[in-house]
């Protein structure tokens, strides 16, 4: 990660030359606070890891200023450019609270020599306290079980980008392990030491996405009292995960683009771009290529962020590989739990297979995990499996008479004979998708709790697709 300086000296001079001094050394940025009133105060509202300071601006007594540097956010380390070579000065100072002492007037190269060690050993130390927590089970690529053709070809894909450091674009419905398989990629290619950061663009609001990604200096906004870092800088040498990117605004976009092309980041109220070194990943459950076709993404970025576009099939689409995710499931979550569960009953299991999983792979895991929780034996039984999914077996004929009910012939202009076939389906699809949620709304008069209910899909699924064809609770409710 990036390691920032905050230069507290109040002799112009001296500031420039420790400028140049710290700016040869990596991943370093240097941040200088000018003027002389409250230079201790302003610079301590500075989100940095380390804070080098004259002995003239550190305001007496030395002890209590320490106190306040320990007690800011980021408590970042001290190191006070002395004057005088008395070493028993310096020994006071160190014994005030100071983390390191330098003299002021050493040598060009043998003071950059010492603040980079200093800076090395901070930077250990910032990143074991601010990267973000990692699961104790690191995602591999060998744990997308697979025994379908058409996941067992896209794992061959997966297989030739791992060593690749373009940036990449995973597509698929909610609950296919987007970010997983992102943490597997990450684990096992060239930045696996680094950080992974991971954000949530469609959870969180317009006004704080731009802050959240690229950060922050003191007074950007109402409430911005400090700086702060950005995941974008807190994934330096690593990954950032951009999820639901699709939810990005276009005013943001425009600045993702820079970030992407130039590899620099500005952050919000700074004026100043820096450089930063990492692999973009990005996801969504839209189709982002119709979405840049239609204006709501910006075509550009979309080829920026598409060097390599991987798209997750749905559960629903490899029916094969649910026995092996079952049994593979099981074996995992039974110690963790604390639940001695060994197996699942054919009559279970068959019931698995019928189902067809708008929650996809998530959906799946957490039906086993509460049948594990519920079941009396060793084994998972039909009885366990929630009402939904134990009736699917005897459900054929009704998914029989659905289908004759949609069979009846439809005369085609000759319009759409002319386009290709996915491209028909995709958008009859949709038309079919949209009409069955606004019938379905209608029916509940907006509820969208009792709709997602019945549709079995999640809320917050229906809520993105109500988003996506534009269809609001609002004009449903009955008066």
Not at 95 to 115: F, I, K, N
Not at 429 to 436: A, C, D, P
Request: hydrophobic share 40%; aromatic share 4%; proline share 6%.
């Amino acid at each position: 990660m990036l390691t920032r300086v905050v230069v507290a000296v109040d002799d112009a001079g001296l500031r420039r030359r420790l400028r140049t001094l710290l700016g040869g050394i990596e991943d370093v940025v240097v941040e200088p606070v000018t003027g002389k009133a409250h230079l201790w105060e302003r610079a301590l509202r500075r989100n940095c890891d380390v804070l080098l300071a004259t002995e003239s601006a550190v305001p007496p007594p030395v002890a209590s200023s320490m106190a306040l540097a320990r007690d800011a956010p980021a408590a970042p380390a001290v190191i006070v450019l002395s004057s005088s070579e008395d070493p028993s000065r310096h020994a006071e100072l160190l014994a005030a609270g100071c983390d390191e002492v330098l003299y002021a007037g050493l040598p060009g190269a043998t003071l950059s020599a010492a603040m980079e060690a200093i800076l090395l050993k901070r930077r250990g130390l910032t990143e074991q306290s601010i990267r973000f927590p990692r699961s104790p089970a690191v995602p591999r690529l060998t744990d997308f079980i697979s025994e379908s053709t058409a996941m067992t070809a896209f794992m061959r894909t997966v297989q030739r980008m791992v060593a690749s450091d373009t940036s990449l674009l995973i597509l698929g419905e909610t609950g296919v392990g987007k970010e997983r398989l992102a943490r597997a990629i990450h684990a096992e290619g060239p930045r696996a030491t680094g950080p992974f950061v991971a954000v949530n663009c469609g959870a969180l609001p317009e006004s704080l996405l731009e802050s959240e990604v690229f950060g922050h200096e003191e007074g950007a906004f109402t409430g911005a009292t400090r700086s702060r870092r950005g995941a974008f800088e807190l994934a330096h040498k690593g990954v950032i995960f951009l999820d639901e990117i699709g939810e990005i605004p276009l005013h943001l976009q425009v600045k993702l683009l820079r970030a992407l092309q130039e590899h620099e980041i500005q952050r919000v109220g700074g004026e100043k771009s820096f450089p930063v070194d990492l692999r973009v990943m990005a996801a969504s459950n839209r189709d982002i290529e119709r979405e840049a076709e239609s204006g709501r993404f910006r075509k550009d970025l979309f080829y920026r962020l598409s060097v390599v576009t991987l798209s997750v099939p749905p559960l629903r689409e490899r029916q094969e590989d649910i026995v092996p995710l079952v049994e593979s499931y099981i074996d995992y979550l039974g110690p963790r739990i604390g639940r001695d569960v060994r197996g699942i009953a054919r009559d279970a299991l068959a019931a698995l297979r019928e189902y067809k999983w708008p929650g996809n792979v998530r959906e799946l895991i957490n039906v086993i995990e509460r049948a594990m929780l519920l079941c009396d034996g060793k084994q998972i039984r039909l009885a366990d499996l929630p009402v939904a999914i134990s009736r699917a077996p005897a459900g054929r004929g009704g998914a029989e008479s659905l289908m004759q009910i949609l069979s009846a012939p439809i005369d085609l202009p000759p319009e759409i004979l002319r386009r290709p076939l996915p491209e028909v389906r995709e958008a009859m699809v949709e038309n079919l998708e949209r009409s069955y949620l606004a019938a379905l709304l209608r029916e509940t008069a907006g509820r969208v709790g009792e709709t997602a209910k019945r549709a079995r899909i999640e809320p917050r699924s229906l809520y993105d697709k109500m988003k996506r064809y534009g269809l609001k609770k609002e004009q449903f409710r009955r008066p």
